[in-house]
């Protein structure tokens, strides 16, 4: 069965302490990883979309990469406006275009 | 381009009365996904359209989740029967067909409280 874990559950960072989100996963053939940055009472927002191990992209203080089994989050001297909660879902086979979410890392920075 | 709109933002209801959500996608887009994530959870897959064909139904969606898109623009989704575990976020997101690619979009979803 396709499954997504995420890891942490939860992150509270102090303004400037970068780390790193981590999203494992499990398909039968993976057509796309995605990130989303999802606000409270709010619609998921695109973040970045990976196709391949070894992919990297970068928007603002944020940086996505992937591995054939996991793709990771850093978060580079973040500040407060970045708290958020992260999901990653992947796209799975070439006949279903649902995503497969995590369960999210809710991530706080704090002054 | 406003982005993915729905409608209402909120809904209480109470249990066993039907309920029935708008989603607006942007407009260039063909495919049209329907959501649902409760408390603490990612979006759960329901549902969706390539243009006004439904492509794919969740095997845990109950019969009394219908959703149309009749001339491949707005989509409905209607709930029958409401019961309390109904009560969650109901999310749309949008999409280009592509081969590769084709980020799926998403709107402000619809609260659903059911009493």
């Known amino acids: 069965e396709d499954q997504v874990t995420q890891s942490p559950e939860a992150l509270r960072l102090q303004e400037g302490e970068s780390s790193s989100l981590n999203c494992s996963y499990t398909?039968?053939?993976?057509?796309?990883l995605f990130w989303y940055r999802q606000d409270p009472g709010k619609g998921p927002e695109f973040l970045f979309t990976?196709?391949?191990a070894g992919e990297e992209k970068e928007k603002e203080r944020l940086k996505a990469t992937l591995t054939k089994k996991e793709s990771f989050l850093h978060i580079t001297a973040p500040k407060p406006e970045d708290s958020a909660t992260y999901l990653c879902a992947v796209q799975a086979g070439w006949d279903t275009d649902k995503l497969i979410f995590g369960t999210g890392t809710r991530l706080q920075v704090f002054p | 381009d406003t982005g993915v709109s729905q409608d209402p933002r909120h809904k209480i209801t109470k249990r066993g009365q039907n309920v029935t959500f708008r989603c607006d996608p942007i407009?260039?887009?063909?495919?049209l996904y329907w959501y649902r994530q409760t408390l603490g959870q990612g979006p759960e897959f329901l549902t969706y359209f390539q243009n006004e064909a439904q492509l794919e139904k969740s095997r845990l969606l109950s019969d009394r989740f219908s959703a149309e898109r009749p001339k491949g623009s707005f989509s409905t989704l209607e709930i029958q029967r409401t019961e309390q575990g109904d009560s969650a976020m109901y999310l749309c997101?949008?999409?280009?067909?592509?081969?590769?690619?084709?980020?799926?979009?998403f709107g402000p979803g619809t609260r659903l409280t059911v009493l």
């Open positions: 990976l196709y391949s």
């Open positions: 407009s260039e887009h063909n495919r």
């Open positions: 398909v039968s053939g993976l057509r796309g």
């Open positions: 997101a949008s999409s280009e067909k592509l081969l590769v690619g084709g980020e799926q979009f």
